[in-house]
């Protein structure tokens, strides 16, 4: 339920025209910028929301049976507010924006209208679009765990146990080439066996695209020198020199983390669950029928 001020109510039910919408947007690393519809800078609650990148925005659409809710809002891309090279990087991908309608002409009197995530970002002539996802949507978020072979965990987690930071399983290098694809060719992972971050993840600690995590389909070692195929193409061009991150590559097999980790007590996945074609067998008159373990 909306709680609307006496003075917003009043100046809502004159049907008057001093009313405009703010977008504050809060990205994971802490940094919040404001934008209105409004032909001028407005400033409220500890944030100046800017007028500038003339965004526009539809309100979130929302439902009494909990289906999710949605909307979005577009502006032009701006080098000092939202720029294109952070759009591109993933910065402000689920980032928290809150939408209030305000009276711009006493900011005081307000009201929060509704609290999403930013969604999907599509760029097009020196513009964005932003898709708005509801609070509903997390409702849509799988839960719980499944039974199977393979573990659930995540490499490095609490669950897991192994501490990903260690050198045996971290290394750092540089980008020996220019890069804007899949494949990057990397120096300093000479003391790793070739596959060894195959499945792992790259982080990029400089450039263009410092803190992204991108994770690793493949990778070769041949001497000194490193090929890393990422699972998706870059969407900036990293440049030689670029400082690189890799943490080793897990395939969630029990053999895997016995083998290569040592760490079979904290594996979470069921190993000797039978699979479909025991599940579905059945009793044969010429099978081995003496009662003892059929499954090992």
């Given at each position: 339920?909306?709680?609307?001020?006496?003075?917003?109510?009043?100046?809502?039910?004159?049907?008057?025209?001093?009313?405009?919408?703010?977008?504050?947007?809060?990205?994971?690393?802490?940094?919040?910028?404001?934008?209105?519809?409004?032909?001028?800078?407005?400033?409220f609650d500890g944030t100046v929301f800017r007028s500038s990148v003339g965004l526009d925005g539809s309100t979130l659409a929302g439902a009494s049976d909990l289906s999710v809710g949605d909307g979005d809002v577009a502006g032009a891309i701006s080098d000092d507010a939202l720029s294109e090279e952070d759009l591109l990087a993933g910065r402000w991908d689920g980032a928290e924006v809150a939408i209030w309608l305000v009276d711009w002409n006493s900011p005081d009197d307000r009201t929060l209208l509704s609290v999403a995530t930013i969604g999907e970002v599509t760029r097009r002539d020196g513009a964005f679009k932003a898709e708005l996802r509801g609070a509903a949507a997390e409702l849509e978020r799988n839960g719980g765990r499944v039974f199977a072979r393979h573990?659930?965990?995540?490499?490095?987690?609490?669950?897991?146990?192994?501490?990903?930071?260690?050198?045996?399983?971290?290394?750092?290098?540089?980008?020996?080439?220019?890069?804007?694809?899949?494949?990057?060719?990397?120096?300093?992972?000479?003391?790793?066996?070739?596959?060894?971050?195959?499945?792992?993840?790259?982080?990029?600690?400089?450039?263009?695209?410092?803190?992204?995590?991108?994770?690793?389909?493949?990778?070769?070692?041949?001497?000194?020198?490193?090929?890393?195929?990422?699972?998706?193409?870059?969407?900036?061009?990293?440049?030689?020199?670029?400082?690189?991150?890799?943490?080793?590559?897990c395939d969630k097999r029990f053999e895997t983390c016995s083998a290569k980790?040592?760490?079979?007590?904290?594996?979470?996945?069921?190993?000797?669950?039978?699979?479909?074609?025991?599940?579905?067998?059945?009793a044969r008159s010429n099978g081995n029928n003496d009662g003892g373990v059929l499954f090992e």
């Amino acid at each position: 339920m909306l709680e609307i001020s006496s003075a917003l109510a009043e100046r809502l039910a004159s049907g008057a025209t001093t009313l405009a919408a703010c977008w504050k947007l809060t990205r994971a690393d802490g940094m919040v910028l404001g934008f209105t519809d409004h032909d001028r800078d407005l400033n409220f609650d500890g944030t100046v929301f800017r007028s500038s990148v003339g965004l526009d925005g539809s309100t979130l659409a929302g439902a009494s049976d909990l289906s999710v809710g949605d909307g979005d809002v577009a502006g032009a891309i701006s080098d000092d507010a939202l720029s294109e090279e952070d759009l591109l990087a993933g910065r402000w991908d689920g980032a928290e924006v809150a939408i209030w309608l305000v009276d711009w002409n006493s900011p005081d009197d307000r009201t929060l209208l509704s609290v999403a995530t930013i969604g999907e970002v599509t760029r097009r002539d020196g513009a964005f679009k932003a898709e708005l996802r509801g609070a509903a949507a997390e409702l849509e978020r799988n839960g719980g765990r499944v039974f199977a072979r393979h573990c659930d965990a995540v490499f490095g987690d609490a669950r897991c146990g192994v501490d990903a930071s260690n050198p045996v399983w971290r290394g750092e290098g540089t980008v020996t080439q220019d890069a804007g694809s899949a494949v990057l060719a990397l120096s300093g992972f000479s003391s790793f066996d070739s596959g060894w971050f195959s499945g792992g993840v790259l982080t990029f600690l400089g450039g263009p695209l410092a803190g992204r995590e991108i994770g690793v389909e493949r990778h070769a070692q041949d001497g000194e020198m490193a090929s890393v195929t990422l699972w998706r193409s870059l969407p900036l061009t990293v440049p030689a020199g670029t400082a690189v991150a890799m943490i080793a590559g897990c395939d969630k097999r029990f053999e895997t983390c016995s083998a290569k980790f040592a760490n079979t007590l904290n594996f979470r996945g069921f190993p000797h669950i039978p699979g479909n074609d025991f599940a579905f067998s059945y009793a044969r008159s010429n099978g081995n029928n003496d009662g003892g373990v059929l499954f090992e």
